[in-house]
């Protein structure tokens, strides 16, 4: 499996998971909520994070995610536009 480039900048989150699940915004919120490379990202409130989607920052291998979009079992490379690591 290769690993999609990131995109300039940009910050990315690599989901693991055991099964997958039916929505990307649970998972990628708790995700960013754990992680420690971007205290802006982590403390995101859910009406910031609901916007990004809405502006088209979240992608999957390049193309735009939705909040309602199902995450396979296993990686995934999920980048947000406009941020750093």
């Given amino acids: 499996m290769s690993i999609p ?3 300039k900048n940009s910050f ?3 989901l693991d998971l055991a099964s997958g699940s039916s929505r990307l915004d ?3 919120l708790e995700a960013l909520r754990k992680q420690e490379r971007n205290a802006e990202l982590r403390g995101i409130s859910r009406s910031r ?3 990004l989607f809405d502006e088209k920052r979240v992608t ?7 909040a ?3 995450i396979a079992v296993g990686i995934t490379y999920i980048d947000i536009l406009g941020f750093n690591e």
Avoid: D, M, T, Y
């Fill in 5 to 7: 480039e990131q995109p």
């Fill in 12 to 14: 990315r989150i690599v």
């Fill in 26 to 28: 649970g998972p990628l």
């Fill in 49 to 51: 994070f609901k916007k």
């Fill in 60 to 66: 999957i291998k390049g193309q735009n995610a939705k």
């Fill in 68 to 70: 309602s979009s199902s």
